[in-house]
């Protein structure tokens, strides 16, 4: 499969504790981006890269995240101190380019659930 | 920033033609994307605009008028595996995607 992966599918962590997740691009993509999605909402960007560097931030991305994409392929997104309101869908996408019709191609999410 | 709106639940009939609409303001439009999400799945890329007008692929048609910050998904011969949740999403310049809500559509028999 040479789609978008991520890992793990599902996690469920108690409050206070650090959760790191990984996404892996489509090989030849350039553009990384994360999402959070929460039940009856549209996706909403965290976070996105270009090759290894981190573009741009969402106001929504407190200090408890943090996202990496250390030699421009994989990503990791962590957020530490969890806490019940990030419960939620978590989705990497990836793209070819920004311009023009370079759509996202979205990975399979990780669900996270704090308890 | 943009502020993007679209119906929460549409029924149709199998069969039928169904029309979703999606509004939104922006202050620098590049781009009109939509996608489908069955329930616990990734979304899926369907149609983008960037010109007014129609673009056809299939069952699905998809309309935009940059002047209205109007747009529409047409899905037409309507199938059970429609049913699913429709993503309105917009780019400006030099931002990422900015999705709304989204439709959620439920095809009967």
């Known amino acids: 499969d040479t789609g978008v992966s991520q890992n793990p599918r599902h996690k469920i962590t108690k409050r206070g504790q650090n959760v790191t997740f990984r996404c892996d691009p489509i090989?030849?993509?350039?553009?990384l981006y994360w999402y959070r999605q929460t039940l009856g909402q549209g996706p909403e960007f965290l976070t996105y890269?270009?090759?290894?560097?981190?573009?741009?931030k969402s106001r929504l991305l407190s200090d408890r995240f943090s996202a990496e994409r250390p030699k421009g392929s994989f990503s990791t997104l962590e957020i530490q101190r969890t806490e019940q309101g990030d419960s939620a869908m978590y989705l990497c996408?990836?793209?070819?380019?920004?311009?023009?019709?370079?759509?996202?191609?979205f990975g399979p999410g990780t669900r996270l659930t704090v308890t | 920033g943009q502020n993007i709106d679209q119906p929460t639940e549409m029924t149709a009939t199998e069969g039928a033609i169904v029309q979703i609409n999606c509004t939104y303001q922006?202050?620098?439009?590049?781009?009109l994307f939509w996608y489908q999400q069955h329930a616990g799945e990734a979304p899926t890329f369907l149609s983008y605009n960037v010109l007014d007008g129609l673009e056809e692929k299939g069952r699905f048609s998809s309309f935009l008028s940059r002047s209205k910050g109007y747009s529409y998904l047409l899905l037409k011969e309507l199938q059970m595996k429609d049913s699913a949740s429709y993503l309105c999403a917009v780019r400006e310049v030099n931002t990422p995607l900015v999705f709304g809500k989204g439709t959620r559509l439920s095809v009967i028999a």
């Open positions: 922006t202050s620098g439009f590049n781009g």
């Open positions: 090989s030849e993509h350039n553009r």
């Open positions: 996408a990836s793209s070819a380019g920004f311009r023009g019709t370079y759509e996202q191609y």
């Open positions: 890269f270009q090759n290894e560097a981190q573009l741009e």
